[in-house]
């Protein structure tokens, strides 16, 4: 609920959307969750006020106007405890650059629109999606993905061609965007890339984002142009080069949102050889296929999801698959599929490469391959970023970021959507992406930034205090964490059936490994899911729109 503290103007003013598809159920809905603040709304009367709550009346249909954003229209406070101070007086519409148009720049951009920013979008490729845009040419890369010349890597997608999705679609949409089923389409629980890249595609036409990106063009160079105080007064030179010209682009924003993801920059280990190995080595971020391992001894390093993906696709065309994995107490699931298969063989690490070919086990054993895949995870690089020192990469741990989105020096013109991993995705980064654009618009404000130090330096000492590595700083498997972060802007929480249906799919990946996104036993979950608002609030719209 929402407590109305001061009535000041109730004005609509300008054109903002040109179609924002909610009915008055789903406004409603979204008001009462803090998900719509109030003064989005077209018409809005007060009728009274009982124990300090506001009850309202509205009339909504396909709004072709929304209030834009007059200062001092509303003053108001959230009784979340959590919540940051809001405030009344708006800050005029900020030139704001996002850089990279997959989930978390879409989101980013959505939420800055609604908010008045005059965004730019910056994408490297030609269409949206980010890391679901499938790119399957992969020739020319240097194999194990090292930026060898320093301003990025060519390829900035990991999905291979046979990639199907780890987490149910029920679970991965943004709040108001279901990831629906849709007729012609991939209608799999757990379908394949290609079908998320078109949810995307999606919500970027329903919200009418296109027109914000500017495709085909490569952020080069992000600096600090003037130092304001404590990031308020900063502005951004950003300098971009479109496809196949050699021209540099500069331009000034107030601020930025960098939303590059991080599944692009292989993470390689350091294994005794592995520099004089001449035979074939590679990370599985340009794997695409397994057509060129045929009748090849394969040896796979490393026992994570692409790892273990990766080998049970294999199976089928190589000579012999070596998985070699840090613990040899694997799941069940994995050892169902290492005992089906008599060519897929289990090793501990690596103890070090010989020149011709020999691949030596810590445990003395050893064996001659062909080819071996780093399946060993990626690293967070920000080429194009200069904060003079600001923020840095140590070990993977980017930093020092307030609640692993602001840096308290630069805060908020320069924030990072999409860092945090081991989470459900999409819900994370509209939260983030609305704490961002209401900070920048002035209806929210950050915490001193001595304060914000403080709380990142006890979140370092209680990761190191629960014996977690460095590089796994932003590995946050907590859903506590996710309802916390949303509190400080008045998102809703997760509901309790996504979280349900998440723990399920992953207690079945771990028994069964190889049919997990095909056989499952969650249909009470499901069905829970489908009658939830989350679902049914564009049943409701579609009533709507036939009226």
Known sequence: MIACHTLLNMLTVGSYLKEEKLTNNASYNLLLNGQLMLEELVFLTLVSFRSNLLTYNFSIKHLTTFTQYAP??????????????????????????????????????????????????????HDVGGQWLYDPKVEGQDPLGK????????????????????SPREIMGFTDFPFLIKKGRDTRRFPGHKELFLYLK??????GLREMIRFNTKVEYVGILDYGAFGEDLKWIVKSKVKDSDEVISEV??????????????????????????????????????EPFRDQVVVVVGNSLSGQDISMELVNVAKEIHLSSKSLNVSEGLSKVISKHDNLHLHPTIECLHED???????????????????????????????????G???????????????????????????????????????????????LSGKRSLPPRDEMMKSIQEFYKSREAAGIPKHNTHDIADFEYC?????????????????????????????????????????????????????????????????
């Not at 060898?148 to 780890?166: A, P």
């Not at 280990?269 to 520099?275: E, V």
């Open 253 to 290: 924003f107030d601020a930025v949102v960098v939303a590059t993801g991080h599944y692009s920059y292989p993470r390689l280990p350091s294994i005794k050889g592995m520099d004089a190995w001449r035979r074939k080595q590679m990370h599985s971020h340009l794997y695409r296929v397994p």
């Open 202 to 207: 999606d919500f970027c036409e329903w919200f």
């Open 393 to 439: 990469v140590d070990d993977d741990r980017v930093g020092p970021l307030y609640e692993h989105t602001f840096p308290p020096s630069l805060a908020p013109s320069l924030s990072f959507i999409g860092i945090p991993r081991k989470l459900i995705g999409f819900p994370f980064f509209e939260s983030q992406a609305k704490w961002i654009a209401q900070l």
């Open 483 to 547: 309802d916390k972060y949303g509190d400080y802007v008045g998102f809703p929480h997760l509901e309790e059936w996504r979280k349900d249906l998440c723990i399920s799919a992953l207690i079945n990946s771990d028994v069964n490994l190889e049919t997990y996104r095909d056989s499952y036993d969650d249909e009470e979950l499901l069905q829970v899911a489908h009658q939830s608002p989350h679902f049914t609030q564009l049943e409701h719209e579609a009533l709507s729109s036939s009226l």
């Open 72 to 125: 001092n229209l509303l003053t108001l406070q959230s009784s979340n405890p959590f919540s940051h101070t809001m405030v009344s007086v708006r800050n005029p519409p900020r030139n704001v650059c996002v850089i990279g148009a997959g989930p978390s720049g879409l989101v980013a951009a959505r939420e800055l629109k609604k908010e008045g920013q005059k965004v730019v979008v910056l994408e490297q490729n």
């Open 357 to 391: 070919g020999r691949v030596v086990f810590v445990d003395g054993s050893g064996i001659t391959a062909d080819t071996i895949i780093y399946c060993t995870g990626y690293s967070y690089a920000f080429p194009f970023l200069d904060t003079k020192g600001a923020i």
């Open 147 to 166: 930026d060898t010349m320093g301003s990025g890597l060519t390829v900035h997608s990991s999905i291979y061609d046979s990639l199907r999705l780890t």
